[in-house]
């Protein structure tokens, strides 16, 4: 006799009831990744809401605005000290140049003045050099000394220097640097046009 054979049961020993329940449960695991999915998103985008919100406030502000200062500071030391150096050793190589040139300027006059009169002879005539009197003398002298004065003043404007040891000088310390960014940022200035 032959047995009635169930084509369903062809696939071995799995049934139409067990495709059924295979292919629920794979749904379910779709649908289960999709809420954690959102429920991911959801945590993230709840996450940023927090953040934002603490960022935008008074606290986060204040923090903010600490956090750009102290890097403000950082920054502007980086950047001035070094140029605050080349400034202080240029203005020293000029005020240098110009004591020496003064002093060649006032010895050469003294001398000129206490020798005894020179007579230079030209192949067409002869002249005799007469020293300068005292009053004329003290004038010249005042003279050089006064634009030496003015030499100096114009130096310590242009480069804010004041004949200090350029290897040791540094105005632009972090303290002073995070001063002058924090004077910055309330509006109020530095007390100087730049």
Known sequence: ????????????????????VIRDNEYQNER????LDEL??????????????????????????GVYAAAGGFLFELLERHQEKLN????????NVEMN????????????????????????????????NTTVA???IAAMLYDFRNFVISTSSNYRYSNDDCSVINK???PNSLLFAITIITTIGYGNIT
Not at 32 to 35: L, N, V
């Open 1 to 20: 006799m032959l047995t009635h054979q169930d084509p369903s049961m062809a696939l071995g020993s799995v049934h139409r009831h067990d495709i059924s």
């Open 172 to 174: 632009w310390t972090y």
């Open 88 to 95: 202080c050793q240029e203005a020293q190589g000029q005020m």
């Open 40 to 65: 991911e998103t959801s945590k993230t985008r709840q996450c940023l809401k927090k953040t934002a919100k603490f960022l935008f406030s008074h606290i986060g502000l204040v923090t903010l605005v």
């Open 32 to 35: 289960t990744q999709r809420e």
């Open 138 to 140: 003290y004038t010249k």
């Open 101 to 132: 040139t003064l002093k060649q300027k006032i010895v050469a006059y003294i001398q000129y003045n206490t020798s005894s009169s020179s007579s230079l002879t030209l192949p067409t005539a002869t002249y005799i050099t007469a020293k300068d």
